[in-house]
């Protein structure tokens, strides 16, 4: 108590209101967790005897078209694209789309597969840089295999642009240096198969981290927890996200991502709601919600489905570097999708999606670390006046810090009740220490480039940064 | 200021209660994940070892004839003494045994899977009101072709849940062929592409035959079932039953199953040229 009355009072209102913020922040995610912990057992009892084989007998089983964007891949495209047609599915095509590499991606790819150039011809339904020429192989081993080189556009453009190419009624959207599960395409089309009255408009996956992970000859072989810290913890951070909150959102029918990474599509829907941004950074989350919003103002009966395996491997930033780029553009994606739709906010019309996902997050993904840095400021500024009350914010901190260990703990049970990827008690042990550490050592820095997100937004930052990737062949003999 | 002083001493009680609450969360997360991996650790060394002498077992069974399927059964049943863990992986081998081989051996599988009184586990299993359990129980028994049980299996049509009534019809078509699936044609139940899709694999892994009444099927009122015909038709490229798919396209010119039919009508004649 400083004995200035006005200030007292003050200091409880500041007091009252993070406490009242941190406690709605765990409270949200205890009950997405609470609700994730029930639709993965119902996922998993309905699941246990599926065959997916089973598809493969379906003549008209769901076509699909694998879309890969590449951009200066030509180290790695080979691999990755043999990775792709070696999928095990009967009634799929992979479209690469080389978005004006400046290496030598394509005659890369026209010596190993063979390609010509073709004189398809195509109607662009969503427009898009120009396309310089199609090629298709002349070995009929590498029939499903149709490679488009265009001109430089960003990731949104080249998806548009083998949207655009792709004849097949679904699209499977992924980033091409990705290690799919081999019947990753089974597992995404069944639940087109199972639909009834609702029309599927996209099906989303679970995106894992591949550091560390061996990889041979573009196939997952085994899992291990990353040894770099920086990729380890955001193993925890996939854990969390993908397991205790997607799953959840999904069986609210309030899901508005599905990564980028890795996402199959009605393309019909896709064209009629007009294809990927190619404005925001954020292409992925908006899409979605685009697609979402089309449904609902066209009042048509849809669904976005969710599977919760693991189906889809990446590769973490190593460096706080390159991860504080990434965090600053999904900082910025976020705040443009939010903006492009303010129509929903709390807009019952939209159901679930205007009035509970569209507010979560833009209170806890957007507005948390804005809150989070106001909080430290004034923190500071009590320090620097002397009025700091120690004992508060000592258990506060404390407080906060015990359920980030603990929810990540969750989140560590949760993988060990369903999925059991991580096979060692070694690397469980690996991914338990490092819940210690994240709420000191990585936390505070996802907050930082949160703000610089925020603050590269007003200067007018449009671009994607750099992101150098170490590459599964350097870590993985 | 006792008013504040109120309000501080309830924030502090706060606080101390959610790390009290969250520390015992962690602890009991903590201790049960481990907890967990241990139980697995030690379940998979079990299921190492009895899997090796199941295998042995299995492996006799199959190919030393000269001892008698009964036997075999017995030694079973005396010697390894089947827990829960040891009927289910036996379960799981048989099964797999089961898709691998033909003819004698085959039926030898069969036998043994009703001698060993593993019959009695699945057929137990009919009855559980887990409903994941019934659908295991109709898989194994309709899959080891269990024929006293089809009565049973065909009540699971009636079943609550949709998912056991699609498993059942599965299993009836398991158990006595095409000919049921001609049989259950006016049943309403909605068999969506992923059900068709298993029933197709099942035809196909069985080498089921052709039905000389298929153009019953078409007379059926579900209209899944009709499009599931025409799959059938497709499966053995039987182009000279084309018609019974456009005809019934002629009296329902608008169905929502028709550009399905369509494609297969097109991909039907394709393989006639």
Same mark, same amino acid.
């Given at each position: 108590?400083?004995?200035?009355?006005?200030?007292?009072?003050?200091?409880?209102?500041?007091?009252?209101?993070?406490?009242?913020?941190?406690?709605?922040?765990?409270?949200?995610?205890?009950?997405?967790?609470?609700?994730?912990?029930?639709?993965?057992?119902?996922?998993?009892?309905?699941?246990?005897?599926?065959?997916?084989?089973?598809?493969?007998?379906?003549?008209?089983?769901?076509?699909?078209?694998?879309?890969?964007?590449?951009?200066?891949?030509?180290?790695?495209?080979?691999?990755?694209?043999? *990775?792709?047609?070696?999928?095990?599915?009967?009634?799929?095509?992979?479209?690469?789309?080389?978005?004006?590499?400046?290496?030598?991606?394509?005659?890369?790819?026209?010596?190993?597969?063979?390609?010509?150039?073709?004189?398809?011809?195509?109607?662009?339904?969503?427009?898009?840089?120009?396309?310089?020429?199609?090629?298709?192989?002349?070995?009929? *081993?590498? *029939?499903?295999?149709?490679?488009?080189?265009?001109?430089?556009?960003?990731?949104?453009?080249?998806?548009?642009?083998?949207?655009?190419?792709?004849?097949?009624?679904?699209?499977? #959207?992924?980033?091409?240096? #990705?290690?799919?599960?081999?019947?990753?395409?089974l597992k995404l089309a069944k639940?087109?198969?199972?639909?009834?009255?609702?029309?599927?408009?996209?099906?989303?996956?679970?995106?894992? +981290?591949?550091?560390?992970? &061996? &990889?041979?000859?573009?196939?997952?072989?085994?899992?291990?927890?990353?040894?770099?810290?920086?990729?380890? +913890?955001?193993?925890?951070?996939?854990?969390?996200?993908?397991?205790?909150?997607?799953?959840?959102?999904?069986?609210?029918?309030?899901?508005?991502?599905?990564?980028?990474?890795?996402?199959?599509?009605?393309?019909?829907?896709?064209?009629?709601?007009?294809?990927?941004?190619?404005?925001?950074?954020?292409?992925?989350?908006?899409?979605?919600?685009?697609?979402?919003?089309?449904?609902?103002?066209?009042?048509?009966?849809?669904?976005?489905?969710?599977?919760?395996?693991?189906? #889809?491997?990446?590769?973490?930033?190593?460096?706080?570097?390159?991860?504080?780029?990434? %965090?600053?553009?999904?900082? %910025?994606?976020?705040?443009?999708?939010?903006?492009?739709?303010?129509?929903?906010?709390?807009?019952?019309?939209?159901?679930?999606?205007?009035?509970?996902?569209?507010?979560?997050?833009?209170?806890?993904?957007?507005?948390?670390?804005?809150?989070? #840095?106001?909080?430290?400021?004034?923190? +500071?500024?009590?320090?620097?006046?002397?009025?700091?009350?120690?004992?508060?914010?000592?258990?506060? &901190?404390?407080?906060?810090?015990?359920?980030?260990?603990?929810?990540?703990?969750?989140?560590?049970?949760?993988?060990?009740?369903?999925?059991?990827?991580?096979?060692?008690?070694?690397?469980?042990?690996?991914?338990?220490?490092?819940?210690?550490?994240?709420?000191?050592?990585?936390h505070p820095f996802t907050v930082?480039?949160?703000?610089?997100?925020?603050?590269?937004? &007003?200067?007018?930052?449009?671009?994607?940064?750099?992101?150098?990737?170490?590459?599964?062949?350097?870590?993985?003999? | 200021?006792?008013?504040?002083?109120?309000?501080?001493? @309830?924030?502090?009680?706060?606080?101390?209660?959610?790390?009290?609450?969250?520390?015992?969360?962690?602890?009991?997360?903590?201790?049960?994940?481990?907890?967990?991996?241990?139980?697995?650790?030690?379940?998979?060394?079990?299921?190492?070892?009895?899997?090796?002498?199941?295998?042995?077992?299995?492996?006799?069974?199959? @190919?030393?004839?000269?001892?008698?399927?009964?036997?075999?059964?017995?030694?079973?049943?005396?010697?390894?003494?089947?827990?829960?863990?040891?009927?289910?992986?036996?379960?799981?081998?048989?099964?797999?045994?089961?898709?691998? $081989?033909?003819?004698?051996?085959?039926?030898?599988?069969?036998?043994? $899977?009703?001698?060993?009184?593993?019959?009695?586990?699945?057929?137990?299993?009919?009855?559980?009101?887990?409903?994941?359990?019934?659908?295991?129980?109709?898989?194994?028994i309709s899959n080891l072709k $269990?024929?006293?049980?089809?009565?049973?299996?065909?009540?699971?049509?009636?079943?609550?849940?949709?998912?056991?009534?699609?498993?059942?019809?599965?299993?009836?078509?398991?158990?006595?062929?095409?000919?049921?699936?001609?049989?259950?044609? =006016?049943?309403?139940?909605?068999?969506? =592409?992923?059900?068709?899709?298993?029933?197709?694999?099942?035809?196909?892994? =069985?080498?089921?035959?052709?039905?000389?009444?298929?153009?019953?099927?078409?007379?059926?009122?579900?209209?899944?079932?009709?499009?599931?015909?025409?799959?059938?038709?497709? $499966?053995?490229?039987?182009?000279?039953?084309?018609?019974?798919?456009?005809?019934?396209?002629?009296?329902?010119?608008?169905?929502?199953?028709?550009?399905?039919?369509?494609?297969?009508?097109?991909?039907?004649?394709?393989?006639?040229?």
């Amino acid at each position: 108590m400083t004995g200035i009355h006005w200030l007292d009072i003050a200091i409880h209102a500041f007091n009252y209101f993070i406490l009242v913020f941190a406690i709605s922040v765990m409270v949200s995610y205890l009950f997405l967790a609470v609700i994730s912990a029930f639709a993965l057992k119902a996922y998993h009892k309905k699941n246990r005897f599926v065959n997916y084989n089973a598809l493969l007998a379906l003549p008209d089983a769901p076509s699909v078209s694998l879309i890969a964007p590449a951009y200066n891949e030509g180290k790695t495209i080979i691999e990755n694209v043999k *990775s792709l047609l070696s999928i095990n599915y009967n009634n799929f095509d992979v479209i690469v789309v080389n978005d004006g590499s400046k290496d030598d991606s394509i005659p890369i790819l026209i010596d190993a597969f063979e390609l010509e150039i073709t004189n398809e011809i195509f109607s662009p339904q969503i427009e898009t840089k120009e396309v310089k020429a199609i090629y298709r192989s002349k070995n009929p *081993s590498y *029939s499903k295999l149709v490679v488009v080189d265009k001109f430089n556009g960003g990731k949104a453009d080249a998806l548009n642009t083998g949207i655009n190419i792709s004849t097949k009624p679904y699209v499977v #959207c992924i980033d091409v240096d #990705c290690i799919m599960d081999k019947d990753v395409l089974l597992k995404l089309a069944k639940p087109f198969l199972e639909k009834s009255e609702k029309r599927i408009i996209a099906t989303g996956g679970v995106v894992r +981290i591949a550091n560390s992970c &061996i &990889i041979k000859s573009g196939k997952l072989i085994k899992v291990n927890a990353p040894d770099n810290w920086v990729a380890r +913890i955001q193993v925890l951070e996939y854990l969390r996200a993908f397991l205790l909150g997607r799953m959840a959102w999904s069986k609210l029918d309030g899901l508005l991502l599905i990564s980028g990474a890795f996402g199959m599509f009605d393309r019909e829907i896709v064209i009629e709601s007009g294809g990927y941004n190619t404005k925001t950074v954020g292409e992925d989350m908006e899409l979605i919600v685009r697609m979402r919003r089309y449904m609902i103002d066209n009042n048509r009966e849809y669904a976005v489905q969710y599977i919760p395996d693991p189906l #889809c491997w990446t590769e973490a930033p190593e460096s706080y570097e390159i991860l504080r780029k990434q %965090r600053s553009r999904w900082t %910025r994606g976020t705040m443009e999708t939010l903006w492009l739709h303010k129509k929903m906010m709390l807009n019952p019309k939209y159901k679930t999606i205007g009035l509970l996902s569209y507010p979560y997050w833009l209170m806890y993904e957007y507005l948390a670390p804005l809150i989070e #840095c106001f909080g430290l400021l004034v923190t +500071i500024l009590f320090i620097c006046l002397g009025v700091l009350n120690w004992h508060f914010f000592g258990l506060l &901190i404390l407080m906060v810090y015990i359920f980030s260990v603990m929810f990540s703990m969750l989140a560590i049970y949760t993988e060990e009740a369903t999925f059991r990827r991580y096979t060692t008690l070694s690397d469980l042990r690996k991914l338990v220490f490092i819940a210690h550490l994240e709420a000191i050592i990585f936390h505070p820095f996802t907050v930082y480039a949160a703000i610089r997100g925020n603050w590269e937004k &007003i200067k007018g930052n449009k671009g994607w940064g750099e992101m150098t990737r170490k590459g599964f062949d350097k870590t993985n003999k | 200021m006792d008013f504040l002083n109120h309000h501080y001493s @309830f924030q502090v009680k706060l606080l101390l209660s959610l790390i009290a609450v969250f520390s015992v969360a962690f602890i009991v997360f903590f201790i049960l994940t481990f907890l967990k991996r241990f139980k697995r650790i030690k379940k998979n060394e079990l299921k190492a070892n009895y899997q090796n002498q199941i295998d042995t077992l299995l492996f006799e069974l199959l @190919f030393n004839q000269n001892v008698s399927v009964n036997k075999i059964a017995l030694k079973f049943k005396n010697e390894i003494v089947p827990t829960k863990l040891i009927k289910k992986i036996t379960l799981k081998s048989i099964n797999a045994l089961h898709r691998n $081989y033909t003819g004698d051996l085959k039926k030898r599988i069969e036998l043994f $899977y009703i001698e060993s009184e593993l019959v009695n586990y699945s057929l137990e299993k009919l009855n559980s009101l887990n409903w994941a359990k019934v659908i295991e129980g109709i898989r194994d028994i309709s899959n080891l072709k $269990y024929q006293p049980a089809y009565e049973i299996i065909l009540s699971k049509l009636k079943h609550s849940k949709t998912i056991v009534q699609k498993e059942a019809f599965i299993g009836v078509i398991l158990l006595k062929g095409l000919d049921e699936l001609i049989k259950n044609k =006016d049943n309403q139940l909605y068999l969506d =592409d992923w059900t068709q899709s298993n029933i197709l694999y099942v035809i196909k892994r =069985d080498q089921m035959t052709l039905p000389d009444n298929i153009e019953e099927l078409f007379k059926s009122k579900n209209k899944t079932i009709i499009l599931l015909g025409a799959r059938i038709l497709h $499966y053995f490229q039987a182009n000279h039953y084309l018609h019974l798919i456009e005809n019934y396209l002629i009296q329902n010119p608008n169905s929502t199953i028709k550009p399905k039919l369509d494609s297969i009508i097109n991909q039907l004649k394709n393989i006639h040229q």
